[in-house]
């Protein structure tokens, strides 16, 4: 199991940045070596998307939407996403996320592991 824990949430101007950090805690007896890392947002009455993922490789995808504006990284116990030229249509509730294996080209569906949630708004 993996217990997910973000921080980092707030309200930025169009144009500006933000970083979110997520940190993870995975069971040491686990039989998985290899988790997949990833997060998503949602906004009301929508589904919630992928936005960024991080293999155990070190291979990372991104939404397109965020290509060139987002960065996701991690150190040995968070993963982080910085956020750079925000917009409006960014503003979204910003999930932690992690399953074993690969990221599964981030289908929400497929991820076993969510932090609760950090708020992302983005004013015009």
């Known amino acids: 199991q993996v217990q997910l824990v973000e921080s980092g949430g707030g309200s930025v101007q169009a144009g500006g940045s933000l970083r979110l950090s997520c940190t993870y805690t995975?069971?040491?007896?686990?039989?998985?070596?290899?988790?997949?890392l990833a997060w998503f947002r949602q906004t009301p009455g929508k589904e919630r998307e992928g936005v960024s993922a991080?293999?155990?490789?070190?291979r990372s995808s991104y939404a397109d939407s965020v290509k060139g504006r987002f960065t996701i990284s991690k150190d040995r116990h968070s993963v982080y996403l910085q956020m750079r030229n925000l917009k409006p249509e960014d503003t979204a509730l910003y999930y932690c996320?992690?399953?074993?294996?690969?990221?599964?080209?981030?289908?929400?569906?497929?991820?076993?592991?969510w932090g609760q949630g950090a708020q992302v708004t983005v004013s015009s």
């Open positions: 996320a992690s399953t074993p294996g690969w990221c599964w080209n981030m289908q929400a569906a497929e991820f076993l592991y």
């Open positions: 995975a069971n040491p007896n686990s039989r998985y070596t290899n988790y997949c």
């Open positions: 991080l293999e155990g490789d070190g």
